[in-house]
């Protein structure tokens, strides 16, 4: 079985959204290099309802709508309490536990990449996350979606490794 990777692209000051969810500010760094790496290892994506439903860095391009805009295609489950839409290629979950078993099922022995804030939080809640990625952007969003922001005891992390301004970390248990 495969590990449960949270990854995000990440403002110096701590953002992966801007205010409302925003995306764009991303637009201008989606050639990093980081990500190649990244997409190569992902069999599945665990993904929230509002990333896979919200803004967009590829919008207005020919890799909008597409993970690593267009690095990877493979299977998405995603996580929502509301009415689920068919969507090929896509699973719609009510449940973590239910996403976590399906993502990792059509993953295999490869990643399952977590997608969005909420969710990445809710694994490490429930201790099911494996990793965390973090590719920091130069720029400062100065407010928005953080990469992680609850109360309770740190979460302790071991640098596994560091490719550029990309730092992968194991979550220590």
Request: proline share 6%; charged share 20%; glycine share 16%.
């Amino acid at each position: 079985m495969g590990k449960l990777l949270y990854s995000a692209a990440m403002s110096l000051d701590g953002f992966i959204a801007g205010p409302g969810g925003d995306m764009g500010w991303l637009a201008p760094y989606t050639g990093d290099a980081s990500a190649d790496g990244l997409a190569a290892e992902v069999g599945a994506l665990l993904v929230g309802r509002r990333t896979f439903s919200g803004d967009d860095p590829y919008r207005g391009t020919e890799n909008e709508g597409k993970a690593f805009g267009g690095l990877w295609d493979g299977p998405q489950v995603v996580l929502t309490r509301g009415v689920a839409p068919a969507v090929p290629g896509v699973t719609f979950c009510s449940s973590l536990e239910e996403g976590v078993a399906a993502a990792r099922a059509a993953a295999g022995e490869k990643t399952v990449n977590v997608l969005g804030a909420s969710v990445g939080l809710a694994c490490v809640d429930a201790g099911l996350l494996d990793e965390v990625e973090v590719m920091l952007m130069p720029v400062l969003l100065g407010g928005g979606v953080r990469l992680f922001e609850r109360p309770g005891p740190p979460v302790r992390l071991e640098l596994l490794a560091q490719r550029g301004t990309s730092l992968r970390y194991r979550v220590l248990r």
